[in-house]
């Protein structure tokens, strides 16, 4: 070919490589972090000292978590590593309050912070099964942080046995005004003082979780988002999240005072985000107080008015059938569920999941008849294969090919060999259902 034949098509593709980008949207997050990594409100790098530096001012530190997430669990312990290490010396000066522990049992979790209970004792000792469920080990990152650094920690719930109770309460009959009038006394001695109701700007949140809810999604009044639900319902619903939100902050303030030290609350992200649960509480009973708000980032849409401080924790799910996977995005700070991928990050070996031949690196294009967009398609997929007693099957992509994988039959109910699939916005923004929270 010619020499200048050659200088024409290079000056072609090289034109066409200088087209004007089309506009573009603001620039949401300045870097692309790695799982655990904070960022500041703005989207921005935060190094460990700066969230010191930002925390030392707060009277109370919320930190947000997905109770199925490893990736929280491990950036919670590291905060509270960070932040203790910062008060060093003299002794640590945080107290740490946990969502997960009702304050019945705060004697037992002094005994542990003290060195006297052994960490493989603790879930029995807290009966973690009937009190949380949430599996033990992935908290174990946590109470590690807190033994190792002789962090003072109390339990900030109600036990689920007085919600349980309070909840038939409030549905017991139609004029059933005061249900924890109708609870005994040693139930109401558990209780917050001050039960403080939800903000307005909340209610519609609240409302569009309660639609949302399993039990209540199986009421035709209820799937649609906006329709109507029985009133004793909203109100129970209401009522139960006012507690337990009220209870946490209580139970915090009371932390501080006894102790003088700030508190660092680990609670679901959704009691957290925002500042309509906790902090909202926590500004009622100690007003005047600092309130700083951490919560974790899956990669989507970065909403600034979420929290203070984020952690970058993609949304992840490990199924009994030995696959872990990862909700990855597309495009950082993105809109929304279009522009997540999902990623299979582990298989364990000897698994169903090799065996129906999934392998590390595969991403999931669909699962059933869902695309996958977002982990919600998994529990949905799951959901209807056991319904219709049907194999659940991918769709993968693998380098440039496609293949199906077929993990077979669920065995079982609700998708469960599928178990705990999260639901889209349950894991991060869902507060604890009217039941067991």
Not at 6 to 19: M, N, P, S, T, V
Not at 195 to 214: D, K, N, T
Request: one cysteine or more; proline letters at 9%; hydrophobic letters at 45%.
């Amino acid at each position: 070919m010619p020499l200048a034949t050659l200088l024409l098509a290079a000056l072609f593709l090289l034109g066409a490589c200088a087209r004007p980008a089309p506009q573009q949207p603001a620039m949401q997050v300045s870097f692309l972090p790695v799982p655990g990594e904070f960022l500041t409100d703005q989207g921005d790098r935060l190094a460990p000292e700066g969230l010191r530096q930002r925390a030392a001012a707060a009277a109370y530190i919320l930190v947000g978590e997905s109770h199925g997430n490893p990736c929280d669990h491990e950036a919670e312990a590291r905060i509270l590593t960070i932040l203790a290490h910062a008060k060093v010396p003299p002794a640590a000066q945080i107290v740490v309050g946990l969502e997960m522990a009702p304050a019945a049992l705060n004697p037992v979790l002094k005994e542990f912070s003290g060195g006297t209970i052994a960490s493989e004792d603790l879930e029995r000792r807290l009966d973690w099964k009937t009190n949380w469920g949430h599996p033990f080990a992935k908290y174990l990152p946590v109470f590690r942080a807190i033994r190792d650094w002789k962090l003072p920690v109390v339990g900030l719930n109600v036990p689920p046995g007085v919600i349980r109770r309070l909840s038939a309460a409030a549905m017991a009959n139609a004029s059933a005004a005061d249900p924890v009038a109708a609870l005994s006394a040693e139930d109401r001695a558990t209780l917050p003082a001050r039960i403080i109701p939800p903000a307005p700007e909340q209610l519609a949140f609240l409302r569009e979780v309660m639609g949302s809810h399993p039990k209540q999604a199986q009421k035709p009044a209820a799937t649609a988002a906006g329709a109507s639900v029985d009133p004793r319902q909203e109100a129970r619903f209401l009522l139960i999240q006012s507690v337990w939100d009220s209870a946490m902050a209580e139970q915090a303030v009371n932390a501080r005072k006894a102790l003088g030290r700030p508190v660092v609350l680990l609670a679901g992200a959704a009691h957290v985000e925002g500042g309509l649960g906790i902090a909202r509480r926590l500004r009622v009973l100690d007003p005047g107080a600092t309130v700083l708000l951490i919560s974790p980032w899956r990669g989507d849409a970065f909403d600034r008015a979420d929290a203070d401080v984020r952690v970058y924790c993609p949304e992840s799910f490990e199924s009994r059938m030995g696959m872990t996977l990862e909700s990855r995005p597309l495009v950082l700070g993105g809109r929304g569920d279009q522009d997540l991928q999902v990623l299979v990050s582990a298989v364990r070996r000897g698994s169903k999941a090799e065996a129906a031949g999934l392998r590390p690196g595969d991403v999931v294009l669909r699962a059933g008849g869902y695309r996958m967009r977002s982990l919600n398609a998994l529990h949905l997929a799951g959901s209807d294969a056991y319904r219709e007693k049907k194999s659940l099957v991918f769709v993968i992509r693998r380098g440039d090919d496609c293949y199906t994988v077929d993990l077979g039959p669920l065995g079982v109910p609700g998708g469960q060999g599928i178990p705990g699939a999260p639901q889209s916005g349950q894991q991060a923004r869902q507060p604890a259902p009217t039941g067991k929270p």
